[in-house]
Nanobody, 114 residues
Framework: QVQLVESGGGSVQPGGSLRLSCAASGRISSINVMGWYHQAPGKERELVARIFIYGTTTYADFAKGRFTISRDNAKNTVDLQMNSLKPEDTAVYYC????????WGQGTQVTVSS
Protein backbone atom coordinates (compact mmCIF):
# COMPACT_ATOMS: atom_id res chain seq x y z
CA GLN A 1 0.00 0.00 0.00
CA VAL A 2 1.36 3.40 -1.02
CA GLN A 3 0.27 6.61 0.67
CA LEU A 4 0.92 10.16 -0.44
CA VAL A 5 0.59 13.04 1.99
CA GLU A 6 0.61 16.61 0.69
CA SER A 7 1.24 19.84 2.53
CA GLY A 8 1.85 23.48 1.78
CA GLY A 9 -1.33 24.70 0.14
CA GLY A 10 -3.06 27.89 1.16
CA SER A 11 -4.08 31.36 0.07
CA VAL A 12 -1.78 33.90 -1.49
CA GLN A 13 -2.06 37.16 -3.39
CA PRO A 14 -1.26 37.34 -7.10
CA GLY A 15 2.49 37.43 -7.62
CA GLY A 16 3.11 35.49 -4.43
CA SER A 17 4.75 32.11 -3.90
CA LEU A 18 3.85 28.79 -2.36
CA ARG A 19 5.75 25.56 -1.93
CA LEU A 20 3.92 22.26 -2.01
CA SER A 21 5.44 19.12 -0.55
CA CYS A 22 4.46 15.49 -0.87
CA ALA A 23 5.81 12.51 1.02
CA ALA A 24 5.28 8.98 -0.22
CA SER A 25 5.35 5.95 2.04
CA GLY A 26 4.84 2.24 1.64
CA ARG A 27 6.16 -0.21 -0.93
CA ILE A 28 7.46 2.07 -3.65
CA SER A 29 9.07 0.83 -6.80
CA SER A 30 12.47 2.30 -7.42
CA ILE A 31 11.40 3.10 -10.96
CA ASN A 32 8.77 5.79 -10.78
CA VAL A 33 7.63 9.20 -11.78
CA MET A 34 6.42 11.73 -9.26
CA GLY A 35 4.38 14.73 -10.19
CA TRP A 36 1.82 17.37 -9.44
CA TYR A 37 -1.55 17.81 -11.09
CA HIS A 38 -4.24 20.36 -10.46
CA GLN A 39 -7.97 20.53 -10.90
CA ALA A 40 -9.98 23.72 -10.97
CA PRO A 41 -13.76 23.72 -10.40
CA GLY A 42 -15.58 22.44 -13.45
CA LYS A 43 -12.38 21.43 -15.19
CA GLU A 44 -10.50 18.21 -15.68
CA ARG A 45 -7.40 17.32 -13.70
CA GLU A 46 -4.29 18.25 -15.64
CA LEU A 47 -0.57 17.85 -15.33
CA VAL A 48 1.39 20.70 -13.78
CA ALA A 49 4.83 19.12 -13.64
CA ARG A 50 6.47 15.74 -13.21
CA ILE A 51 9.92 14.45 -12.51
CA PHE A 52 11.34 11.07 -13.38
CA ILE A 53 13.49 9.00 -11.07
CA TYR A 54 16.70 10.19 -12.69
CA GLY A 55 15.70 13.86 -12.64
CA THR A 56 14.19 14.54 -16.04
CA THR A 57 11.35 17.02 -15.73
CA THR A 58 8.25 17.90 -17.72
CA TYR A 59 6.20 21.07 -17.24
CA ALA A 60 2.88 22.22 -18.54
CA ASP A 61 3.22 25.35 -20.65
CA PHE A 62 1.50 27.47 -17.99
CA ALA A 63 4.03 26.32 -15.39
CA LYS A 64 7.22 26.89 -17.36
CA GLY A 65 9.36 29.65 -15.95
CA ARG A 66 7.24 29.99 -12.80
CA PHE A 67 7.15 26.56 -11.17
CA THR A 68 10.00 24.23 -10.24
CA ILE A 69 9.60 20.58 -9.35
CA SER A 70 12.19 18.67 -7.36
CA ARG A 71 12.47 15.35 -5.61
CA ASP A 72 14.48 13.59 -2.97
CA ASN A 73 14.73 9.92 -3.89
CA ALA A 74 16.14 8.93 -0.52
CA LYS A 75 13.12 10.40 1.26
CA ASN A 76 10.54 9.67 -1.45
CA THR A 77 9.43 13.27 -1.48
CA VAL A 78 8.52 15.65 -4.27
CA ASP A 79 8.17 19.41 -3.97
CA LEU A 80 6.64 22.05 -6.20
CA GLN A 81 7.90 25.60 -5.82
CA MET A 82 5.35 27.97 -7.33
CA ASN A 83 6.31 31.57 -7.97
CA SER A 84 4.54 34.48 -9.63
CA LEU A 85 1.21 32.89 -8.89
CA LYS A 86 -1.83 33.99 -10.85
CA PRO A 87 -5.55 33.77 -10.05
CA GLU A 88 -5.88 31.10 -12.74
CA ASP A 89 -3.52 28.88 -10.71
CA THR A 90 -6.32 28.50 -8.17
CA ALA A 91 -7.13 24.79 -7.94
CA VAL A 92 -6.78 21.69 -5.85
CA TYR A 93 -3.27 20.33 -6.32
CA TYR A 94 -2.70 16.59 -6.23
CA CYS A 95 0.52 14.72 -5.75
CA UNK A 96 0.96 11.70 -8.04
CA UNK A 97 3.24 8.70 -7.94
CA UNK A 98 3.28 6.61 -11.07
CA UNK A 99 4.84 3.18 -11.19
CA UNK A 100 3.03 0.17 -12.53
CA UNK A 101 0.06 1.78 -10.81
CA UNK A 102 -1.09 5.34 -10.26
CA UNK A 103 -1.30 6.70 -6.73
CA TRP A 104 -2.81 10.02 -5.66
CA GLY A 105 -2.68 12.21 -2.62
CA GLN A 106 -5.78 13.68 -1.04
CA GLY A 107 -5.23 17.09 -2.62
CA THR A 108 -4.37 20.48 -1.21
CA GLN A 109 -6.16 23.72 -2.03
CA VAL A 110 -4.26 26.61 -3.57
CA THR A 111 -6.12 29.90 -3.82
CA VAL A 112 -4.64 32.94 -5.54
CA SER A 113 -6.72 36.03 -4.95
CA SER A 114 -6.37 39.66 -4.05
Amino acid sequence: QVQLVESGGGSVQPGGSLRLSCAASGRISSINVMGWYHQAPGKERELVARIFIYGTTTYADFAKGRFTISRDNAKNTVDLQMNSLKPEDTAVYYCNLSTRYNYWGQGTQVTVSS
